[in-house]
Protein backbone atom coordinates (compact mmCIF):
# COMPACT_ATOMS: atom_id res chain seq x y z
CA UNK A 1 0.00 0.00 0.00
CA UNK A 2 1.07 3.71 -0.81
CA UNK A 3 2.58 5.90 1.98
CA UNK A 4 2.22 8.77 0.22
CA UNK A 5 -1.49 10.11 -1.38
CA UNK A 6 -0.97 11.15 -5.14
CA UNK A 7 -3.64 13.37 -4.88
CA UNK A 8 -2.35 15.48 -1.98
CA UNK A 9 1.07 14.82 -1.90
CA UNK A 10 0.06 13.83 2.12
CA UNK A 11 0.98 10.92 3.97
CA UNK A 12 -1.47 7.98 3.47
CA UNK A 13 -3.95 6.53 6.14
CA UNK A 14 -1.36 3.97 6.62
CA UNK A 15 1.71 6.41 7.15
CA UNK A 16 -0.92 8.45 9.42
CA UNK A 17 -1.98 5.24 11.55
CA UNK A 18 1.86 4.52 11.86
CA UNK A 19 2.58 8.06 13.29
CA UNK A 20 0.09 7.37 16.10
CA UNK A 21 1.38 4.21 17.12
CA UNK A 22 4.27 5.68 17.34
CA UNK A 23 3.64 8.90 19.29
CA UNK A 24 1.26 6.12 21.59
CA UNK A 25 4.68 4.11 22.19
CA UNK A 26 7.06 6.97 23.09
CA UNK A 27 4.31 7.66 26.10
CA UNK A 28 3.38 11.35 24.56
CA UNK A 29 0.10 12.79 25.40
CA UNK A 30 -0.89 14.10 21.60
CA UNK A 31 -4.36 15.30 19.94
CA UNK A 32 -5.88 13.61 16.82
CA UNK A 33 -7.91 15.62 14.45
CA UNK A 34 -10.11 14.09 11.59
CA UNK A 35 -11.52 16.45 8.74
CA UNK A 36 -13.78 15.75 6.15
CA UNK A 37 -15.04 18.01 3.73
CA UNK A 38 -19.05 18.16 2.83
CA UNK A 39 -20.16 17.79 -0.33
CA UNK A 40 -17.57 16.56 -2.16
CA UNK A 41 -18.82 13.82 -4.06
CA UNK A 42 -21.40 16.84 -5.82
CA UNK A 43 -18.56 18.96 -6.29
CA UNK A 44 -16.70 16.01 -8.12
CA UNK A 45 -20.13 14.79 -9.76
CA UNK A 46 -21.22 18.48 -10.63
CA UNK A 47 -17.77 20.13 -11.62
CA UNK A 48 -15.43 17.55 -12.25
CA UNK A 49 -12.71 15.69 -10.45
CA UNK A 50 -10.19 18.47 -11.51
CA UNK A 51 -11.60 20.84 -9.35
CA UNK A 52 -12.58 18.31 -6.74
CA UNK A 53 -8.27 17.69 -6.65
CA UNK A 54 -7.55 21.43 -5.78
CA UNK A 55 -10.22 21.29 -3.34
CA UNK A 56 -8.66 18.36 -1.90
CA UNK A 57 -5.36 19.87 -2.34
CA UNK A 58 -5.81 23.50 -0.53
CA UNK A 59 -8.17 21.64 2.15
CA UNK A 60 -4.67 19.27 2.79
CA UNK A 61 -2.19 22.28 2.66
CA UNK A 62 -4.01 24.26 5.56
CA UNK A 63 -4.57 21.17 7.71
CA UNK A 64 -0.87 20.50 7.29
CA UNK A 65 -0.01 24.24 7.93
CA UNK A 66 -1.77 24.62 10.73
CA UNK A 67 0.49 25.57 14.02
CA UNK A 68 1.44 22.46 16.68
CA UNK A 69 0.28 20.31 13.67
CA UNK A 70 3.11 17.49 13.03
CA UNK A 71 1.71 14.91 10.64
CA UNK A 72 -1.44 15.29 8.26
CA UNK A 73 -3.02 13.10 6.15
CA UNK A 74 -5.44 12.11 3.56
CA UNK A 75 -7.04 8.88 5.79
CA UNK A 76 -9.95 8.42 2.62
CA UNK A 77 -11.80 10.49 -0.18
CA UNK A 78 -12.82 13.41 1.52
CA UNK A 79 -11.58 12.64 4.76
CA UNK A 80 -8.05 14.29 6.31
CA UNK A 81 -6.85 13.47 10.00
CA UNK A 82 -4.05 15.44 11.79
CA UNK A 83 -1.90 14.62 14.71
CA UNK A 84 -0.67 17.69 16.82
CA UNK A 85 2.08 17.96 19.56
CA UNK A 86 0.80 20.24 21.93
CA UNK A 87 -0.59 20.80 25.56
CA UNK A 88 -3.93 19.81 26.38
CA UNK A 89 -4.76 23.49 27.61
CA UNK A 90 -3.67 24.22 24.19
CA UNK A 91 -5.15 21.79 21.63
CA UNK A 92 -8.69 22.69 21.11
CA UNK A 93 -6.95 26.19 20.25
CA UNK A 94 -5.30 24.48 17.18
CA UNK A 95 -8.34 22.48 16.64
CA UNK A 96 -10.09 25.72 15.94
CA UNK A 97 -7.03 26.98 14.20
CA UNK A 98 -7.28 23.99 12.09
CA UNK A 99 -11.09 24.36 10.90
CA UNK A 100 -10.67 27.80 10.59
CA UNK A 101 -7.59 27.58 7.76
CA UNK A 102 -9.43 24.86 6.00
CA UNK A 103 -12.07 26.84 6.05
CA UNK A 104 -10.55 29.79 4.14
CA UNK A 105 -8.55 28.08 2.13
CA UNK A 106 -11.91 26.54 1.00
CA UNK A 107 -13.87 29.81 0.55
CA UNK A 108 -12.62 30.48 -3.08
CA UNK A 109 -14.44 27.16 -4.48
CA UNK A 110 -17.31 28.22 -2.75
CA UNK A 111 -17.86 31.68 -4.34
CA UNK A 112 -15.36 31.99 -7.56
CA UNK A 113 -15.17 28.31 -8.49
CA UNK A 114 -18.65 27.30 -8.15
CA UNK A 115 -20.81 28.82 -11.17
CA UNK A 116 -24.53 29.73 -10.36
CA UNK A 117 -24.95 26.42 -13.10
CA UNK A 118 -23.02 24.86 -10.39
CA UNK A 119 -24.75 25.56 -7.11
CA UNK A 120 -28.39 25.15 -9.03
CA UNK A 121 -27.37 21.44 -9.64
CA UNK A 122 -25.87 21.14 -6.54
CA UNK A 123 -29.01 23.05 -4.66
CA UNK A 124 -31.44 20.78 -6.57
CA UNK A 125 -29.40 17.20 -5.95
CA UNK A 126 -28.87 18.79 -2.05
CA UNK A 127 -32.84 19.12 -2.06
CA UNK A 128 -33.36 15.63 -3.19
CA UNK A 129 -30.96 13.31 -0.42
CA UNK A 130 -32.02 15.76 2.61
CA UNK A 131 -35.34 16.45 2.06
CA UNK A 132 -36.57 16.37 5.59
CA UNK A 133 -33.85 18.92 6.59
CA UNK A 134 -34.55 21.98 4.74
CA UNK A 135 -32.73 24.52 7.04
CA UNK A 136 -29.35 21.75 6.12
CA UNK A 137 -29.88 22.41 2.66
CA UNK A 138 -29.70 26.60 3.05
CA UNK A 139 -26.81 26.40 5.16
CA UNK A 140 -25.34 24.31 2.21
CA UNK A 141 -26.91 26.30 -0.66
CA UNK A 142 -24.97 29.31 0.45
CA UNK A 143 -21.65 27.66 1.56
CA UNK A 144 -21.50 24.75 -0.09
CA UNK A 145 -18.17 23.73 0.52
CA UNK A 146 -18.22 22.95 4.12
CA UNK A 147 -15.44 21.35 6.76
CA UNK A 148 -17.03 19.14 9.86
CA UNK A 149 -13.75 18.18 12.02
CA UNK A 150 -13.58 16.15 15.28
CA UNK A 151 -10.54 15.93 17.90
CA UNK A 152 -9.48 13.83 20.21
CA UNK A 153 -7.21 14.47 23.52
CA UNK A 154 -4.71 10.94 23.77
CA UNK A 155 -3.60 11.51 27.07
CA UNK A 156 -0.05 9.64 28.03
CA UNK A 157 0.09 5.90 28.24
CA UNK A 158 -3.37 5.73 26.80
CA UNK A 159 -4.91 2.44 25.54
CA UNK A 160 -5.96 3.84 22.48
CA UNK A 161 -5.07 2.56 18.81
CA UNK A 162 -4.58 4.46 15.75
CA UNK A 163 -6.95 1.52 14.18
CA UNK A 164 -9.20 2.44 16.95
CA UNK A 165 -9.51 6.52 16.73
CA UNK A 166 -10.15 6.70 13.26
CA UNK A 167 -12.95 4.90 13.01
CA UNK A 168 -14.06 6.82 16.27
CA UNK A 169 -13.41 10.14 15.05
CA UNK A 170 -14.81 9.67 11.52
CA UNK A 171 -18.33 7.97 13.14
CA UNK A 172 -18.16 11.24 15.58
CA UNK A 173 -17.97 13.50 12.22
CA UNK A 174 -21.20 11.97 10.85
CA UNK A 175 -22.99 12.36 13.87
CA UNK A 176 -21.74 16.29 14.23
CA UNK A 177 -22.67 16.73 10.67
CA UNK A 178 -26.53 15.14 11.19
CA UNK A 179 -26.84 16.98 14.51
CA UNK A 180 -25.47 20.78 13.22
CA UNK A 181 -24.18 20.72 9.65
CA UNK A 182 -20.42 21.68 9.30
CA UNK A 183 -18.26 22.63 12.13
CA UNK A 184 -15.80 21.17 15.09
CA UNK A 185 -16.10 19.42 18.34
CA UNK A 186 -13.37 18.71 20.59
CA UNK A 187 -13.26 15.70 23.13
CA UNK A 188 -10.64 16.72 25.73
Known amino acids: MDTIDKTTGLPSRLAFEAGVELAIRQGHGFGVLFCDIDLMKLVNDVLGYEVGDRVLERAGDALYSTPDVCLASRSASDEFA ?107
Open 82 to 188: ALAFCTKSHFADVVAAAWTAVTVALKPFSTEQLSARGLARIEVMRRAAWDVDAGLTWRHARHPLGVTMTAVWVPAGSAFTAQRLIPMLSESVFDLRIRQGSGFTVIL
